[in-house]
């Protein structure tokens, strides 16, 4: 059995998107309905005093999806696990929507989490 994993750091996103709750909610709420994820009760949020970062993390029953946003460098990191596999999407488009990135970076990692079958002689 395996999953998929995708790690992805964005960059030239503009600051005052990184510092809005609603727009990162409306983020994941998009990333969730892409992928036909289904959410286990309410993301949390956490607001940094001194940059007004934002870390989000909304837990699926499908395994989770997380960002934590860096105003200050105009960048952000979000990872997005799913212990089925998923095709692709538009990862890039997403971000330019809800955070003006103009350079997005996306690792898709195959997540292989069940025993594998022995070797044969």
């Known amino acids: ?21 609603a727009a990162l909610a409306q983020l994941f709420r ?19 005093p001194t940059t007004a970062g934002i870390t989000g993390l909304c837990l699926l029953s499908e395994s989770h999806l997380a960002v934590h946003t860096f105003p200050e460098h105009r960048s952000l990191c979000l990872n997005v696990f799913c212990c089925r596999p998923r095709a692709e999407w538009d990862v890039h488009a997403h971000l330019r929507r809800h955070v ?6 996306v690792t898709r990692i195959e997540r292989t989490y069940a025993e594998l079958p022995a070797a044969l002689p």
């Open 1 to 21: 059995m395996t999953g998929v994993e995708w790690v992805i750091d964005a960059r030239g996103c503009d600051a005052a998107q990184l510092t809005d709750q």
């Open 30 to 48: 998009d990333i969730v309905a892409d992928l036909g994820l289904h959410v286990v009760g309410t993301p949390v949020w956490h607001v940094f």
């Open 100 to 105: 003006s990135a103009s350079d997005v970076d």
